[in-house]
Structures are given as structure tokens and as C-alpha cells.
């Protein structure tokens, strides 16, 4: 942290547990960990419930690709969305997110590696459309998300995180009230770090590797 001239506490972690039965989310809880990441709606819904049990304040994060049919349950059992990508799925949330909850968080998700990853709007067009979500009722646009395509070396991996961060200097920059750079996973999360990030989602540096996906 200090390294890359990084205050403790202004990076986020998020426990990615997708996979993980909620056992091993308990384990993360007695352990003191908050706020957790999963990439599948039924199993991330399951596992919301499986743990209101414990009584005890959780952050949910839904991180992976949202098919439309399923945003119903994501705006009713989830506190944070980062993986929005088009106008029509944030309409969508935002007409379901009951009015009993606070608003939902919800983070853009940019493909800053180009052709090498298909995921998230293109960085060109990805402005335009922050600032059409952020005007949506029941949601909360709170900053950027990016999975870059793998790198091995450092400065490979810093490259997209610092396009990433440009663009939320330029949205902050042109009035969106944004507090999340989310990029950094097990593998890059240093890189992430030096570049800016505010949270970093990371799954098997903290439950082990997956055996499935
Ligand atoms: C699985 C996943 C992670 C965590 O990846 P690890 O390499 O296990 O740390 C982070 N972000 C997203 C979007 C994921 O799907």
C-alpha cells in the first residue's frame, strides 16, 4: 500500500465467494469481512439469505454478466451492481430496485483491453453513458469496473487500470459524484492498487482456487 503511496483504508476488500458454499462466507465474517462478491444470481441470492442469519450488517456485490431476465433479483437482494454495460439493464434495475431499499450502487463496466476482452462498453463510449445512468432514479452510479485480458508483467498489468482511472478523473472531472475505481483481482491486485484502485475483488487469494467456475 504504501509503496505505491496509498493510505490504509482507502482500498476496499471485496471477497469474491462465488463458488463457495455460505459456510466459508461465515468462516470470512467471524473473520471480520464485510462486503462480498458473487458472479451468479441464484447462487448469490441463496447465499444473501443463507446469511441474514447471522444478524450482522453484509454488503452484497453482484460482479458478474446480468442477463435481463434475472435483474429483478439483483435489484431486490443485492447492495451493489459493477458489471452495467448497457443503458437497457440500468433502466431495468433501476424500475425494479424497491423503494424500501436505498438506492442501488452501481458501477459501469469498461472494456479497457480493446479486442482482447469482450466484456463491459467500449472505452470510447463509456462517458456518454455514465452520465445517462447517473441520471436514473433508485440507482446511484458510483464509479468504474474493468476485467482486464491477463498480463503477466507489472507494467503490462498497470496500463489498462491507468485508462481505467483517466476515465473517472475525466466523469469526476465532468460532475459525476464518483468514489469506486473497482479493478484488482488475486492476480493483478497490486497493479491495481498503484493505479488507483479504490477495491479490489479478490476470490481465490483469500478462499483458495476454484474447482469449478
Ligand atoms: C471471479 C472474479 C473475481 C475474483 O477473481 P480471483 O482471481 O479469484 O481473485 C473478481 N472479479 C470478477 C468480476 C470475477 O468474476
Same mark, same amino acid.
Given at each position: 500500500?504504501?509503496?505505491?503511496?496509498?493510505?490504509?483504508?482507502?482500498?476496499?476488500?471485496?471477497?469474491?465467494?462465488?463458488?463457495?458454499?455460505?459456510?466459508?462466507?461465515?468462516?470470512?465474517?467471524?473473520?471480520?469481512?464485510?462486503?462480498?462478491?458473487?458472479?451468479?444470481?441464484? @447462487?448469490?441470492?441463496?447465499?444473501?439469505?443463507?446469511?441474514?442469519?447471522?444478524?450482522?450488517?453484509?454488503?452484497?456485490?453482484?460482479?458478474?454478466?446480468?442477463?435481463?431476465?434475472?435483474?429483478?433479483?439483483?435489484?431486490?437482494?443485492?447492495?451493489?451492481?459493477?458489471?452495467?454495460?448497457?443503458?437497457?439493464?440500468?433502466?431495468?434495475?433501476?424500475?425494479?430496485?424497491?423503494?424500501?431499499?436505498?438506492?442501488?450502487?452501481?458501477?459501469?463496466?469498461?472494456?479497457?483491453?480493446? @479486442?482482447?476482452?469482450?466484456?463491459?462498453?467500449?472505452?470510447?463510449?463509456?462517458?456518454?453513458?455514465?452520465? @445517462?445512468?447517473?441520471?436514473?432514479?433508485?440507482?446511484?452510479?458510483?464509479?468504474?469496473?474493468?476485467?482486464?485480458?491477463?498480463?503477466?508483467?507489472?507494467?503490462?498489468?498497470?496500463?489498462?487500470?491507468?485508462?481505467?482511472?483517466?476515465?473517472?478523473?475525466?466523469?469526476?472531472?465532468?460532475?459525476?459524484?464518483?468514489?469506486?475505481?473497482?479493478?484488482?483481482?488475486?492476480?493483478?491486485?497490486?497493479?491495481?492498487?498503484?493505479?488507483?484502485?479504490?477495491?479490489?475483488?479478490?476470490?481465490?487469494?483469500?478462499?483458495?482456487?476454484?474447482?469449478?467456475?
Amino acid at each position: 500500500m504504501r509503496q505505491y503511496g496509498r493510505t490504509p483504508g482507502s482500498v476496499t476488500l471485496l471477497a469474491v465467494s462465488k463458488t463457495w458454499p455460505a459456510a466459508h462466507v461465515r468462516d470470512a465474517v467471524a473473520a471480520g469481512q464485510r462486503a462480498f462478491g458473487e458472479n451468479y444470481v441464484q @447462487e448469490g441470492v441463496d447465499k444473501v439469505l443463507a446469511l441474514q442469519a447471522l444478524n450482522t450488517a453484509l454488503e452484497w456485490h453482484f460482479i458478474g454478466p446480468l442477463q435481463s431476465n434475472k435483474s429483478r433479483l439483483v435489484a431486490e437482494s443485492f447492495d451493489w451492481v459493477h458489471s452495467i454495460d448497457r443503458l437497457k439493464i440500468a433502466e431495468r434495475l433501476a424500475g425494479q430496485r424497491p423503494d424500501s431499499l436505498p438506492p442501488l450502487a452501481v458501477c459501469l463496466q469498461v472494456n479497457v483491453s480493446g @479486442e482482447a476482452s469482450k466484456s463491459g462498453i467500449d472505452l470510447n463510449t463509456a462517458a456518454a453513458l455514465a452520465h @445517462e445512468i447517473a441520471r436514473l432514479p433508485r440507482l446511484r452510479l458510483r464509479g468504474l469496473m474493468a476485467i482486464p485480458a491477463p498480463a503477466d508483467d507489472f507494467a503490462a498489468q498497470c496500463l489498462p487500470f491507468r485508462r481505467l482511472r483517466a476515465l473517472y478523473d475525466q466523469l469526476r472531472g465532468e460532475g459525476l459524484a464518483l468514489d469506486t475505481l473497482s479493478m484488482g483481482m488475486s492476480h493483478d491486485l497490486e497493479a491495481a492498487i498503484a493505479e488507483g484502485s479504490t477495491l479490489v475483488r479478490v476470490g481465490t487469494a483469500i478462499f483458495g482456487e476454484r474447482t469449478h467456475t
